[in-house]
């Protein structure tokens, strides 16, 4: 049974900076793409970041290039997204993904989401 559980949401200023930590179980993380996702209100779901499988890679969405570092444990069952620099439009329920993506990133392709983990960021 697959899990994917987020955490480290909340309300921050800009400028302030939150992290995310999502735990996976489950799904190797070699076999499997993971990821974050986000969706504003109004607007599609997007992925911000995510690994390539086995980690080696990652990847950024231009809006959180340089602002937004993705990372795993050593033990391949945690994932973290430090946010920093965080903006207003940056406000967004938050998503871990894991999947198989064919094209880094490509969100259909996703399969298992958690719940979500709020972020709201105040001017």
């Known amino acids: 049974q697959v899990q994917v559980v987020e955490s480290g949401g909340g309300l921050v200023q800009a400028g302030g900076s939150l992290r995310l930590s999502c735990t996976v179980s489950?799904?190797?993380?070699?076999?499997?793409?993971m990821g974050w996702s986000r969706q504003a209100p109004g607007q599609e779901r997007e992925v911000v970041s995510c690994?390539?499988?086995?980690?080696?890679?990652?990847y950024y969405a231009d809006s959180v290039k340089g602002r937004f570092a993705i990372s795993t444990d050593t033990a391949k069952t945690t994932i973290y997204l430090p946010l920093n620099s965080l903006n207003p439009e940056d406000t967004a329920m938050y998503y871990c993904?894991?999947?198989?993506?064919?094209?880094?990133?490509?969100?259909?392709?996703?399969?298992?989401w958690g719940q979500g983990t709020q972020v709201t960021v105040s001017p």
């Open positions: 993904v894991a999947g198989a993506p064919v094209q880094p990133c490509e969100i259909s392709r996703y399969n298992y």
């Open positions: 489950g799904v190797s993380f070699d076999a499997y793409s």
């Open positions: 690994l390539g499988r086995g980690g080696r890679r990652q």
